[in-house]
């Protein structure tokens, strides 16, 4: 994870107004993470599974794919190190001893087995029935930078704010592995994930560059805030697309 240097400004005073492609606060979201390989024979069913969840109004959902299954025989064209530690944390603080794909992990809280479509449903029912802090970021997209705005919260901790720029669509051909000989495809795939500084509850604007996201071959953006750790419980969300689309 970097600190993203150079890439955002804290931005405290009032802005001179631009045309801006703009967003209202969105509902409070569920954000429902799957991590996944394309190695990994029993992940095509969660795939698609996440695929059906995007569909769904009010959710966020994020494909992060992991790296460990790329030594049988094919390396992940999206997997990143940094996807496998975000799992290995989340599973830390679940009090589990070890990974698994496909797994589903909802609003940070509650997990199960992706391909599981009881235990899915079953999680998405606790975390959106879950009474706890929620806050509502604002974002919009003014030219080349996406403004996110923090209203001032009274919070226990320090949150965690994790910006993810992630490609909405994606098909791969399978040449080696499990799954060799498959077209599969992906929804919501993480590109680049980055940190910026712990937020304190404060009123707060950043302004981030888009040019990293770009680079790196996505076409949406996501904030996720987490309480304590980046791989904490989320109390806040939200999306666009790089060409201004509302929603994820």
């Avoid at 999206?78 to 599973?91: G, I």
């Avoid at 802090?133 to 704010?161: C, F, M, R, W």
């Avoid at 994930?193 to 712990?198: F, G, H, I, Q, R």
Wanted: proline share 5%.
């Amino acid at each position: 994870m970097s600190m993203m240097k150079n890439l955002f400004t804290i931005v405290a005073g009032i802005f001179l107004a631009s045309p801006a492609i703009a967003q209202e606060p969105q509902d409070r979201l569920t954000v429902v993470e799957l991590f996944t390989s394309q190695g990994c024979s029993s992940c095509p069913p969660a795939d698609a599974a996440l695929k059906t969840l995007r569909d769904r109004p009010g959710m966020l959902t994020l494909s992060w794919a992991v790296d460990y299954w790329d030594r049988l025989g094919w390396e992940d064209t999206f997997a990143s190190p940094h996807n496998s530690m975000r799992q290995a944390a989340y599973n830390k603080r679940f009090g589990r001893g070890g990974v698994f794909t496909p797994q589903m992990v909802f609003d940070g809280r509650y997990q199960s087995v992706g391909s599981k479509q009881e235990d899915v449903r079953n999680a998405i029912a606790e975390a959106q029935a879950s009474d706890r802090l929620t806050v509502l970021p604002s974002i919009s997209l003014e030219g080349e930078t996406i403004k996110l705005e923090l209203p001032s919260t009274d919070v226990d901790d320090d949150i965690a704010l994790v910006i993810v720029w992630y490609l909405g669509d994606a098909t791969v051909e399978i040449g080696e592995g499990e799954n060799q000989g498959r077209s599969l495809h992906y929804t919501n795939v993480v590109r680049l994930s980055e940190m910026l500084p712990d937020w304190d509850g404060s009123a707060i604007t950043y302004d981030i560059d888009v040019t990293a996201g770009l680079e790196a071959g996505a076409d949406h953006f996501a904030i996720l805030m987490q309480q304590g750790y980046y791989h904490g419980p989320i109390v806040g969300s939200a999306t666009i697309a790089l060409d201004g689309t509302p929603g994820g």
